[in-house]
């Protein structure tokens, strides 16, 4: 009797059980022979779906071919293969098998989840099924597990490895069942390399000093390219080419050491838009896969969403939320692409920006990707915190890629610190009301709010960005910045923190309200970025009457105030170590106990508390800030269900802005948001050309950021 593991597709052939359990095997192999682990994966994939041999199961499948409805599906089919694993003494198996669909357990789950005496007799059948039709299970043992891993957290991402390679597996040949694709030929590594070389070539020869030092600091990373596999550091002063420089050094790395594809991870979506592109015009379009909650792309391509889904490209730009918590997660969806970091080589660029509660674990898994996955790590940024201050980093040898590189910050000094001796957001205004073109960046919308009625009051027409105005709205002022900038016309901006990474602006004053320090020196690279003037000037403002967000980025605040009344120079490499020595001795970097959760292991709980940004927020359309009507064409179709939701998404995205949960309850009460469907409003209060969304009431304490 033949056995099925899926029901049939278009061209009415069933997907037997043993050709599904066979090919899954041997893709989990495959996958997995990139750390070592090859023929666990193999006995993962011949295991994964043995409950469906179950009699129950074969005819549901039946059934549901012919229509009938509410057929009894059988028995979980995932526990007869964790039932067959604890008896060929593979216990670190059975995470990974009953996880495979709905996501890795903790050990205390799967423990009750084996205590039911009902769920045990019918898998039991089913795996007795399964031995008599698949000869292949007769014949594994725990001969081909890996031995005990004495550590929990190697443990613990040994599992998250395995189980990626397995579901990835999964998915895959089902996909192949129902829906098979032609998988387009992916360009070499060396490939790329040879168009990268050509592309430096028609740089020419250096023609000014910062030219001559980006070329040197070019030089040194393909030297550091040689170095073997492992952890480095590059620290370029802003302006030194480290976007171009960087995947240099990746390119020849993963060449020289058999390496198989390039991570590029950045802390912002538009980051990772202008970065993607810079690539796309060396390597050309469908070499570089952008993955990020919002690429367009994604929805228009099969094999791009598939290689979102699996990152199996050569070159990946990605958001770091989307690496970070792809690792720790516990879901099937998130955690296929996970084996693909394996003989990686992975640039973590603004590293400074990794959320300090969180360095414990974020710090460890990227050692362990080093150390056990063959993964090389960058550590990329201007600002380079001192990671080697926290117990959990102290081991790994981190390499400079630059070597003396304090040399290339004292040659790019472009700018000059000052305090501000401000005492209101009058007397700032009318400061910087005096200046032709200058930026000012706060640290909440409602100071930003508080600047520009101050600007206004005196007369003076600024612009504003800030995540009260939605993404086109944000995209048409930063152009319209652009012009006025290049026309050498006036130029007020008042920001807050949106603007700090990913855009590429150049003013020739910055003002910056007292903030983390990384985040001042971040706005500093905002300041006479392409080296026009002898000398720019960032103003560091620090008014009574000013907010701050509360826990780490007011803690942070008072140890930058600290150490800038100290007298530090942030023109060098070395100036913000004191900032961090006092940081990490006062900040918990795992505050969340995520540490402790891994060693039992939980995996459930690791992925909730492993959050990098708090997305505790609803999406908001507003549609009166330009094609209203159309915009409202799109509601009214999105909640009558008339066409495509994710084209319909993609059309309203830039016309979303995201609010905190508690601010949106409140706007709810009122009346000024009304849901279209779920997870997604519409603002029916003011929008207004400058301010973007206009909440009834300036109260400062949820109006942050």
Same mark, same amino acid.
């Given at each position: 009797m033949d056995l099925y593991a899926h029901s049939s597709n278009l061209s009415g052939t069933r997907h037997t059980l043993g050709e599904h359990l066979r090919r899954v095997a041997d893709l989990a192999k495959g996958f997995a022979g990139a750390f070592g682990y090859a023929e666990a994966a193999a006995v993962l994939g011949l295991l994964h779906d043995i409950g469906k041999a179950h009699p129950d199961f074969q005819a549901y499948l039946l059934a549901a071919e012919s229509g009938a409805r509410h057929a009894p599906r059988g028995p979980d089919h995932k526990m007869a293969g964790v039932l067959l694993a604890l008896e060929r003494g593979m216990g670190a198996a059975a995470l990974a098998l009953q996880g495979h669909h709905g996501g890795l357990q903790s050990a205390g789950a799967l423990k009750a989840w084996l205590a039911d005496n009902a769920a045990r007799e019918r898998a039991t059948q089913a795996l007795h099924q399964a031995l008599e039709a698949l000869p292949e299970l007769a014949g594994i043992d725990d001969a081909v597990w890996p031995a005990t891993v004495n550590d929990p957290l190697s443990a613990e991402v040994l599992v998250r490895f395995l189980f990626s390679s397995l579901v990835d597996a999964d998915y895959l040949d089902t996909a192949a069942h129902f829906q098979p694709m032609p998988t387009p030929e992916q360009e070499t590594l060396d490939v790329l390399w040879q168009r990268f070389e050509a592309h430096h070539a028609l740089l020419g020869a250096p023609r000014s000093p910062v030219d001559v030092m980006r070329a040197q600091i070019y030089g040194h990373c393909l030297a550091a390219a040689e170095m073997p596999a492992g952890l480095f550091r590059l620290a370029v002063p802003t302006g030194g080419g480290k976007t171009l420089s960087g995947m240099g050094f990746a390119l020849r790395h993963a060449l020289l050491h058999g390496q198989e594809r390039i991570v590029v991870a950045v802390p912002y979506i538009s980051i990772t838009e202008q970065t993607a592109q810079v690539y796309r015009d060396v390597f050309g379009e469908q070499v570089v896969l952008e993955h990020h909650s919002q690429a367009e792309e994604l929805g228009e391509d099969p094999w791009m969403r598939l290689a979102a889904e699996n990152w199996d490209a050569p070159i990946i730009v990605t958001t770091t939320v989307q690496l970070l918590e792809s690792l720790f997660s516990n879901k099937p969806q998130r955690a296929r692409k996970v084996h693909r970091l394996a003989r990686s080589v992975i640039i973590l660029d603004e590293v400074q920006s990794l959320p300090v509660h969180l360095l414990d674990a974020t710090l460890d898994m990227l050692k362990r990707l080093t150390s056990d996955y063959g993964a090389?790590? +960058?550590?990329? !940024? &201007? !600002? *380079? @915190? &001192?990671? %080697?201050?926290?117990? !959990?980093? =102290?081991? @790994? &040898?981190? =390499?400079?890629? +630059? @070597? #003396?590189? #304090? =040399?290339?910050y004292s040659r790019m000094r472009r700018v000059r610190y000052e305090p501000g001796r401000h005492t209101s957001w009058g007397d700032l205004a009318a400061d910087l009301g005096q200046q032709r073109q200058a930026l000012a960046i706060v640290n909440t919308k409602a100071d930003a709010m508080a600047l520009l009625d101050a600007l206004e009051a005196l007369g003076h027409h600024p612009l504003h960005l800030s995540t009260q105005l939605c993404g086109a709205h944000r995209r048409a002022v930063i152009a319209e910045m652009r012009r006025r900038l290049s026309a050498g016309e006036p130029c007020q901006l008042v920001s807050t923190q949106v603007v700090e990474a990913g855009v590429d602006i150049d003013f020739p004053v910055v003002y910056r309200a007292m903030g983390p320090l990384d985040a001042i020196v971040q706005a500093a690279g905002r300041c006479n970025r392409e080296g026009h003037l002898r000398e720019g000037r960032v103003v560091v403002f620090d008014l009574p009457e000013a907010h701050t967000a509360p826990g780490f980025y007011r803690t942070a605040t008072g140890e930058a105030r600290t150490v800038l009344a100290q007298g530090i120079d942030l023109n060098t490499l070395a100036g913000v170590r004191p900032y961090y020595e006092l940081l990490y001795r006062d900040v918990d970097t795992d505050a969340d106990n995520i540490q402790a959760y891994r060693r039992e292991p939980n995996y459930p709980e690791v992925a909730a508390r492993y959050r990098l940004i708090d997305d505790d927020s609803i999406a908001v359309v507003v549609p009166s800030y330009e094609r209203e009507d159309w915009v409202? *064409?799109?509601? #009214?179709?999105? &909640? =009558?269900? *008339? #066409? %495509?939701? +994710?084209?319909?998404?993609?059309?309203? *995205?830039p016309y979303i802005v995201n609010v905190y949960r508690r601010r949106a309850d409140e706007y709810l009460r009122q009346g000024l948001l009304s849901e279209v469907v779920s997870g997604l409003y519409v603002w029916a209060g003011r929008y207004d050309a400058i301010r973007g969304m206009v909440p009834p009431s300036s109260d400062p304490s949820g109006f942050v950021i």
């Open positions: 090389s790590i +960058v550590l990329s !940024t &201007a !600002t *380079q @915190p &001192a990671f %080697d201050l926290i117990d !959990t980093f =102290r081991d @790994p &040898a981190i =390499r400079d890629i +630059v @070597p #003396e590189a #304090e =040399r290339y409202m *064409q799109c509601l #009214e179709s999105l &909640a =009558r269900r *008339q #066409e %495509d939701p +994710v084209r319909l998404l993609r059309h309203l *995205q």
